[in-house]
C-alpha cells in the first residue's frame, strides 16, 4: 500500500492517560507513514478538545457515557445511549474509511471500535491496566490483536491474539538534565524537589494532603522544594492554601503541558497510579510515591500501584492512610536516602518498555488489507 493512502482510527479518551497513550501511537504511525491520515475519535465530556488541537491530530467526538461505578440514573443514561454513540461511530467509520482502528480506553473506545467490527474494519485494543476492564474483556472477542502493557493480564484474553508489549508513551516527554529542568521552574537546584499531581484534572485528596505535609517538613527541619498541578477546579483555592501557611519554593499550575520538564526537576514524584503515568515514570526513571485512586473502576490503580512497588519502584500508600503525617515520614526517609532513590530509579527504568507504540503499530501495518 502506497504510505498517503493509509488511513488510521484511535478511539479513546476521556482521561489524560487515555489520550496521551493515543498520542503516542499516532506519532508512531506517523513515522512509519509518512503520509498517513489519522482520525482521533473521543468523547464530549473529556478533555480531547483541550489536550489534542496542540497536537495537530484531527479528531471527532461522540457523546458516550460510562456505566460502571455510576449511579443507577447515570447507568441508565449509559444504557441508553449506547445505540446513539454506535450510529455515531459508524458515521464516522463510513465517512473516513480507516484501514484500521486502536481502541486505547476510555468512553468513546467501545462503540467504536464495536462499529468498526459491524463494517468489518480490522481492530487493536489496548489494556493499559494491570487488571483489565469489563469494557476491554469485551472487546476483546471484537478486535484482531489485544495489546496489554503487563504481561499478567494476558490471562484476561485470548491467548493466540494477546501480546505484552508495555504502554505506548508520548515522544514529547523529553529528558532534560535536573540543572536545566528547575532553571526553567527558577527553582533551587540545591534544594530537594517534589513533582505533585493526581492525574490530568487533578487529585483534592492531594490538594488537601500537600500544603500540611510541606508545613510538617518544614517544621522538620527538611528543605524542600515542590511543583503542584491542581487541576483547573481547584487552583485559586490550593493556592492560597499555601499562602496560608507561608509556605515557599512552591510552583502551583493547574495544568502542566510540558510534563517532561516537571519530571526531569523532581527528586520524586508523589501521584496517582494510572497506567499511564506509570508508564511515564519508568521512561524518565523516576521514584515514586503511589497514592491510587481509590474509586477507579475495578480498583485497577490500586493493582498498578502494588506492581509497582513489588517491583521495588515505588512506595504505594492507600488514600484512606495518606494522613499528612504518613506521606511527610515517607519523603524524610527518602530525603536521608539517596541511595534508596537511585535503586528505585533503577527498578522503574527496568520496567520501562520503550517500543511499545512501535510493536503496536507492527501490529497494525498487519491488519491493513484484512477484512
Not at 468512553?107 to 468498526?116: C, F, H, K, L, N
Not at 485528596?205 to 515542590?226: R, T, Y
Not at 521514584?287 to 474509586?295: E, K, M, Q, T
Request: charged share 25%.
Amino acid at each position: 500500500m502506497q504510505e498517503d493512502n493509509v488511513k488510521a482510527l484511535i478511539a479513546g479518551g476521556g482521561t489524560g492517560g487515555h489520550i496521551y497513550a493515543g498520542i503516542a501511537i499516532a506519532e508512531e504511525i506517523k513515522e512509519r507513514w509518512k503520509g498517513a491520515k489519522i482520525l482521533f475519535v473521543g468523547a464530549k465530556r473529556g478533555l480531547e478538545s483541550k489536550i489534542l488541537p496542540s497536537t495537530g491530530i484531527d479528531f471527532e467526538l461522540i457523546d458516550s457515557l460510562g456505566i460502571k461505578g455510576k449511579n443507577f440514573k447515570e447507568m441508565v443514561r449509559g444504557i441508553k445511549q449506547i445505540p446513539v454513540s454506535i450510529m455515531d461511530s459508524i458515521k464516522i467509520l463510513r465517512t473516513f474509511k480507516p484501514n484500521f482502528a486502536v481502541g486505547v480506553g476510555g468512553y468513546s473506545s467501545g462503540p467504536t471500535i464495536v462499529s468498526a467490527w459491524i463494517l468489518g474494519i480490522p481492530s487493536i485494543i489496548l489494556e493499559q491496566n494491570l487488571y483489565p476492564g469489563t469494557t476491554n474483556r469485551i472487546l476483546g472477542g471484537f478486535a484482531k490483536f489485544i495489546a496489554v502493557n503487563f504481561r499478567d493480564s494476558q490471562r484476561y484474553f485470548p491467548k493466540r491474539k494477546t501480546i505484552c508489549v508495555g504502554n505506548p508513551v508520548r515522544k514529547n516527554l523529553l529528558k532534560i538534565s535536573r540543572e536545566e529542568a528547575l532553571k526553567k521552574w527558577d527553582l533551587d537546584i540545591n534544594l530537594f524537589t517534589l513533582f505533585v499531581f493526581g492525574g490530568s484534572q487533578g487529585a483534592k485528596c492531594f490538594n488537601d494532603l500537600m500544603p500540611a505535609v510541606c508545613s510538617l517538613l518544614e517544621k522538620a527541619g527538611k528543605k524542600i522544594q515542590i511543583i503542584h498541578q491542581t487541576g483547573e477546579s481547584d487552583f485559586e483555592r490550593v493556592k492560597k492554601l499555601y499562602e496560608e501557611r507561608k509556605l515557599s519554593n512552591v510552583v502551583i499550575k493547574s495544568f502542566i503541558t510540558d510534563m517532561g520538564d516537571a519530571y526531569s526537576a523532581a527528586d520524586i514524584v508523589i501521584s496517582r497510579a494510572g497506567a499511564t503515568t506509570l508508564s511515564e515514570l519508568c521512561s524518565c526513571a523516576k521514584a515514586s510515591l503511589l497514592i491510587p485512586f481509590p474509586y477507579a473502576t475495578n480498583n485497577h490503580q490500586e493493582y498498578n500501584a502494588l506492581y509497582m512497588q513489588k517491583e521495588g519502584a515505588s512506595i504505594m500508600v492507600r488514600e484512606r492512610e495518606a494522613t499528612p503525617e504518613r506521606i511527610s515520614q515517607h519523603i524524610a526517609e527518602l530525603m536521608e536516602d539517596r541511595g534508596r532513590i537511585r535503586k528505585m530509579e533503577e527498578n522503574a527504568k527496568k520496567l520501562d518498555r520503550p517500543n511499545a507504540a512501535r510493536e503496536i503499530v507492527e501490529l497494525c501495518r498487519s491488519l491493513i488489507g484484512q477484512r
